[in-house]
C-alpha cells in the first residue's frame, strides 16, 4: 500500500508549482494535471529537446491529465465540481487570480471544507510584494541565496537552471502533507500557502539562524563581497575560477589551502604528486600549515605560487575526476570532481538506490529521475510518463464523477450542473 493511496488531488499549477503534485503522485495519491486547451505552459518550459519538455516530462510524471478552460463558466463549474471529490488542490496562478475566477481558498473551502489548498507564489498573497515581477532571477535575489554568487565586485549571477520556483514547490508538498496530519484529526482542511522568497531562505539556513543565534560577527558581515584581497587559493577570500582545474574529463574544485586547520590537506596533495614525480623535492616539503608566516616573512613568493598553481594545473589536467577521487580518498584530500549531468546519469551510487527509471513505452519513453527518497516499503514509484494534453480527461470523469452525464458534457462543453 503506497502511503498516500486514495487520496486525490487536483492539480492546477503550472511550471511553477508542477513539482509540488509530482511529489505526492509518486507517494501513491491520484493527481489530476489540470491544463488549458492549448496545454499548459510547463509544456515549454527549458530544457526542451526535439521530443519536448524535458521539465515537463519529468515533473508531470506520475499523473493524469484532463482539459478545463478555466476562462469559461463550464471550465470553473467543472473544477469545483471535481473539487468536491478532491483531498488536496494545488495552484500557482498568482495573487487573487484564482480568486477573482471563484476558485480561490475562500470560496472552494466553502465547496469542500476538508480541502487541503495549496498554493505558491513569489512573494506571498499579500504584503507590498505580493504584485511584484517574478522572474527566476528576481526571486533569487530577493530571497537571498545571490547575495554571495558573484565573482568580487560584479552583480551575482543566476545559478544554473531555473530552479527558484522548485524549492518552493517542494517546501508546498511537506507543507500540505502537514496540513493533511492536522485534517485526519480534526477533519478540517487549511491553506498553505508558500512565498518561494521565504523558502529560498532556507538555502542560507546559516545565515538565517545568524540573528536568531545572536551571532554578533556573522561571516558575511566580516568579509565583504566587494573586497576580496586574498588570491592565493585559500579561504573566502579566492575568485571562484581560482578553485575549479581542467581535468580530463571536466572540473575539479581543489583548494591550495593554507593555515592550521586545512593546511594538512594541501601538504597531502604535494605528497601525491611528489610520489607521482610531478613536483619537486622543494615544492613537496612546504608545509601549507604554516604558510601565512612563510609569506609574511618573505619566504614564500608570488613567483612560488606562480610555479605551484602552474604544476597544479599541468598535474590535475592529465587526470580524470575518478582518479582524483581515489586519490582524494587515499591521500586525504580536499579535492573532488565537478560532476556533470552525464557524470549524474553514470553514477553507480545513484543506480544501486533505484533513482533513474523509464516509464512510458515507444516515442513517450523516458528516463529520469524516480526515486528521490526509500525506505522499507517503498514509499515512492514510477508509474507513468507526463500525459498528453486532455489525455485522461473521459477517464478522470468517470472516476471522479462517476456519471454519463458528466462524461458526455465533458465532450460537448455543456454546463456541468
Known amino acids: 500500500m503506497s502511503l498516500l493511496g486514495g487520496y486525490r488531488i487536483l492539480d492546477l499549477s503550472d511550471e511553477r508549482g508542477l513539482l509540488a503534485g509530482r511529489m505526492l503522485a509518486d507517494l501513491g495519491a491520484d493527481v489530476v494535471q489540470v491544463e ?9 518550459a527549458t530544457p526542451q529537446s526535439d521530443a519536448g519538455s524535458y521539465f515537463w516530462d519529468t515533473f508531470a510524471a506520475n499523473k493524469r491529465g484532463i482539459v ?13 465540481r471535481l473539487t468536491l471529490r478532491a483531498d488536496f488542490l494545488i495552484e500557482s496562478a498568482g495573487p487573487c487570480v484564482l ?13 469542500n471544507p476538508a480541502l487541503v489548498y495549496g498554493t505558491v507564489t513569489a512573494f506571498g498573497h499579500d504584503g507590498p510584494k505580493s504584485g511584484y515581477a517574478e522572474s527566476d532571477l528576481i526571486v533569487w535575489a530577493a530571497g537571498g541565496p545571490l547575495q ?3 565573482d568580487e565586485d560584479r552583480p551575482p549571477l543566476r545559478m544554473s537552471v531555473e530552479h527558484a520556483f522548485l524549492n518552493a514547490a517542494a517546501d508546498l508538498a511537506g507543507g500540505m502533507l502537514i496540513a493533511h496530519h492536522a485534517r485526519a484529526r480534526t477533519g478540517r482542511g487549511q491553506l498553505v500557502d508558500v512565498s518561494a522568497q521565504a523558502s529560498l531562505g532556507l538555502n542560507t539556513l546559516g545565515r538565517v539562524l545568524a540573528d536568531s543565534v545572536r551571532d554578533p560577527r556573522p561571516e558575511w558581515a566580516i568579509v565583504s563581497p566587494t573586497k576580496r584581497t586574498d588570491q592565493s587559493g585559500s579561504g573566502s577570500g579566492t575568485s571562484s575560477h581560482l578553485k575549479k582545474w581542467p581535468c580530463r574529463d571536466g572540473l575539479v574544485e581543489f583548494h591550495l589551502a593554507m593555515g592550521t586547520a586545512v593546511g594538512g590537506f594541501t601538504n597531502n596533495f604535494f605528497r601525491w604528486l611528489h610520489d607521482e ?3 619537486s623535492d622543494r615544492v613537496a616539503a612546504w608545509d601549507w600549515r604554516v604558510m601565512p608566516k612563510l609569506v609574511e616573512a618573505g619566504e614564500f613568493t608570488e613567483g612560488d605560487m606562480t610555479e605551484v598553481r602552474a604544476a597544479t594545473a599541468d598535474f590535475l589536467a592529465a587526470r580524470t575526476k575518478a582518479e582524483i577521487l581515489d586519490a ?18 553514470a553514477s553507480a551510487q545513484l543506480a544501486a538506490r533505484g533513482y533513474f527509471a523509464a516509464v512510458g513505452e515507444g516515442p513517450r519513453r523516458r528516463t529520469m529521475p524516480a526515486r528521490w527518497a526509500t525506505g522499507s516499503i517503498e514509499p515512492v514509484e514510477l508509474r507513468r510518463p507526463a500525459p498528453l494534453v486532455g489525455e485522461h480527461t473521459a477517464e478522470v470523469l468517470a472516476d ?3 456519471d454519463d452525464r458528466a462524461l458526455s458534457a465533458a465532450g460537448s462543453g455543456e454546463e456541468l450542473g
Open 400 to 402: 471522479w464523477l462517476g
Open 148 to 150: 554571495p554568487n558573484r
Open 328 to 345: 582524494a580518498i587515499r591521500y586525504k584530500l580536499l579535492c573532488i570532481g565537478i560532476s556533470d549531468t552525464a557524470d549524474l546519469a
Open 36 to 44: 488549458p486547451p492549448g496545454g499548459s505552459t510547463a509544456r515549454e
Open 68 to 80: 478545463a478552460d478555466l476562462a469559461t463558466p463550464d471550465g470553473r463549474h467543472l473544477v469545483r
Open 277 to 279: 614525480g610531478a613536483c
Open 99 to 111: 480568486t477573482g475566477l471563484g476558485l480561490g481558498w475562500p470560496q472552494l473551502r466553502e465547496v
